[in-house]
């Protein structure tokens, strides 16, 4: 596609419910990223793939945080049994390269957890 | 750990004026990659400049420039003719080369507000 596609664009969860986040990078974008956005605050690193293999999960902040890419394109995030805390805007990004080259983000979808 | 520091929240600067973004990082190591990012309300995240560490020359594109001081670890950013459309928020980014780390570190961003 032209550039990176997230959906839903905004989910409103009550708290304990499972949600799963989508993310379609640019076509035959090697690396994927997923990045938490807190309100007023900078994103931070959550997770990376290398085509299929999840090869960095160091920023899922607990094992609620669950991220998939199957076939080395679209990507899940699932989070379960959902917190306030967790309320955000989630962003995915990908590109062609790693995380040195440029990465194109999507517009995030935003997560309110009641 | 690596960290970015804003210490500007917002600024707001008249069109055509030119404006100067401040960000200081930190990190024992040598070889790394600076980034600005602008994120406008509609919060997809946009690369506007880049600098690798180990140059010196300066990066430019078109009315944006950083001044990249090494030592100091600081990495400003400029932007000339500013125009309604540079409204926005602007996260400095850091991320090592040769591994180490998979994602970038941001700062936590300065509100750019350009009035007509």
């Known amino acids: 596609g032209a550039g990176v596609s997230q959906s839903p664009r905004y989910k409103v969860a009550k708290r304990g419910q499972d949600v799963a986040l989508r993310c379609d990078p640019i076509?035959?974008?090697?690396?994927l990223f997923w990045y938490q956005q807190a309100l007023g605050q900078g994103p931070e690193f959550l997770t990376y793939f290398q085509n299929e293999a999840q090869l960095d999960k160091s920023g899922l902040p607990s094992d609620r945080f669950f991220a998939e890419r199957p076939e080395g394109s679209v990507s899940t995030l699932k989070i379960q049994r959902t917190q306030q805390e967790d309320s955000a805007v989630y962003l995915c990004?990908?590109?062609?390269?790693?995380?040195?080259?440029?990465?194109?983000f999507g517009q995030g979808t935003r997560l309110t957890v009641v | 750990a690596q960290t970015v520091t804003q210490s500007q929240p917002e600024m707001s600067v008249q069109e055509a004026e030119t404006v100067t973004l401040s960000c200081t990082y930190d990190?024992?190591?040598?070889?790394?990659?600076l980034f600005w990012y602008k994120q406008p309300p509609s919060r997809q995240m946009i690369l506007v400049i880049r600098?690798?560490?180990?140059?010196?020359q300066n990066a430019t594109e078109n009315r944006f420039s950083v001044n990249f001081q090494k030592a100091a670890k600081s990495f400003s950013l400029k932007i000339s003719d500013s125009q309604l459309g540079d409204t926005a928020m602007y996260f400095c980014?850091?991320?090592?080369?040769?591994?180490?780390?998979?994602?970038?570190?941001f700062g936590k961003g300065t509100h750019l507000i350009i009035q007509p």
């Open positions: 980014a850091f991320i090592l080369s040769g591994g180490g780390a998979d994602g970038l570190t």
């Open positions: 600098q690798e560490a180990y140059k010196q």
């Open positions: 990004a990908s590109s062609a390269g790693g995380a040195i080259t440029e990465a194109f």
């Open positions: 990190t024992s190591e040598s070889n790394y990659y």
């Open positions: 076509s035959g974008h090697v690396s």
